[in-house]
């Protein structure tokens, strides 16, 4: 008996230790399977993919066990996953991984896609959204404080085994969390890198074929875009909280996706910044050289009463200039989803919402 145990933890650790680390997000924060079924439908099948994003099965599959060499032994006792997250930083957690956290939405939008819930959430987030929890956000427990300081007692009272934060914002709540929960900080820069960690909380989870799914469901979306767009439109991602603002560049994860779908003539900067790695500050006179057909707008609101950015730049005569706004082809976008999302349901909604107003004679009923 004792000896057919050690084979089985040998197995166990053998798979453990090829788990790999997931790069992943920087920046603020602000603050479906309820994605179209009819767009899931005008796309090919899974085999017929051709975007580099087909062979995002990741490493990491091979990380961790699977759900059932996850279960627990005779004993009774879970098996541990070990990995680095993207600072570096070793985590150990018991398998599977059952109460989650959330300091960050790729976190929801994760759990969402896996079929599980979170243990708790930040407010202002993705979860209130229709394709994510609707109403039923209101019974997931709450994270008090702010984006960059919250309530740790909110957490403890959560009691998770697992808290989910933002690089760039969150690494310094690591001794705090001590004794609470492991802190597995993510930070994605391309839609691979945020497919890859949908990947990672599958099999901490036991959800594998769920995460399977949904990573189907996104590339098979982005790879009918990318073979069917005429491409022949040009369009900006800017976000910001007044007329101080930046925008999403081709470096960025939501720039670079839009870049294989449509024109995106926005190269990426030496060095990141803004809300998330890619972003950079930027002026009017800069997006005038360019002239995009669309503009995409993510507002960051601080209070009731603040106005969208697009509202904000009609001061500026610059502003008027632009053909998107003198073609009426601007449009204020949900910032919890095009801004904080970055998991693989968020970037299938902005894929459908930005091709359909793109391209609306091609894409309006597929979206529909």
């Known amino acids: 008996m004792r000896k057919r145990l050690g084979i089985v933890f040998l197995i166990i650790a053998a798979l453990i230790s090829g788990c790999s680390s997931v790069p992943q997000e920087t920046g603020t924060e602000t603050a479906t399977d309820k994605t179209n079924p009819n767009a899931e439908n005008a796309t090919p099948k899974a085999e017929e993919a051709t975007s580099n994003g087909e062979s995002a099965t990741s490493n990491g599959e091979k990380a961790t066990p699977s759900a059932e060499e996850a279960a627990s032994n005779e004993e009774g006792k879970s098996a541990e996953a070990t990995f680095k997250d993207v600072t570096g930083t070793e985590i150990s957690v018991a398998l599977p991984v059952e109460k989650v956290a959330c300091l960050t939405e790729i976190c929801v939008d994760a759990l969402v896609e896996l079929g599980l819930k979170p243990a708790a959430v930040t407010a202002g987030g993705l979860a209130p959204e229709p394709e ?28 998770p085994d697992l808290v989910i934060g933002l690089e760039g914002t969150h690494e310094g709540l690591r001794e705090g969390l001590d004794g609470i929960a492991p802190l597995y900080i993510v930070q994605p820069r391309s839609m691979q890198e945020s497919i890859e960690f949908l990947q990672h909380m599958g099999q901490l989870t036991g959800r594998i074929a769920e995460a399977q799914a949904a990573e189907k469901r996104l590339l098979d979306k982005f790879n009918f875009y990318k073979e069917h767009s005429p491409k022949d439109k040009t369009a900006l991602v800017m976000y910001g909280s007044d007329v101080n603002f930046g925008i999403d560049t081709a470096g960025s994860l939501v720039g670079s996706m839009l870049a294989e779908v449509t024109q995106y003539p926005w190269p990426a900067p030496e060095a990141d910044g803004g809300h998330q790695a890619g972003g950079m500050a930027y002026s009017l006179e800069k997006v005038l050289e360019n002239d995009p057909d669309y503009i995409f707008v993510e507002t960051f609101t601080f209070s009731p009463d603040s106005q969208p950015l697009s509202e904000q730049f009609k001061t500026n005569p610059l502003w008027s200039r632009l053909r998107a706004v003198k073609n009426g082809q ?27 107003n793109m391209y609306p004679e091609l894409y309006k009923k597929a979206v529909e």
Do not use: C, K
Request: charged share 20%; proline share 2%; net charge negative.
């Open 132 to 159: 994510f929890y609707g109403e039923e956000a209101a019974s997931l427990g709450q994270i008090g404080g702010s984006f960059f300081e919250p309530n740790l007692e909110d957490i403890s009272l959560a009691g």
């Open 330 to 356: 601007v449009h204020e976008m949900r910032t919890s989803v095009w801004a904080s999302g970055r998991g693989t349901r968020s970037l299938g909604i902005i894929l459908d919402e930005a091709m359909s």
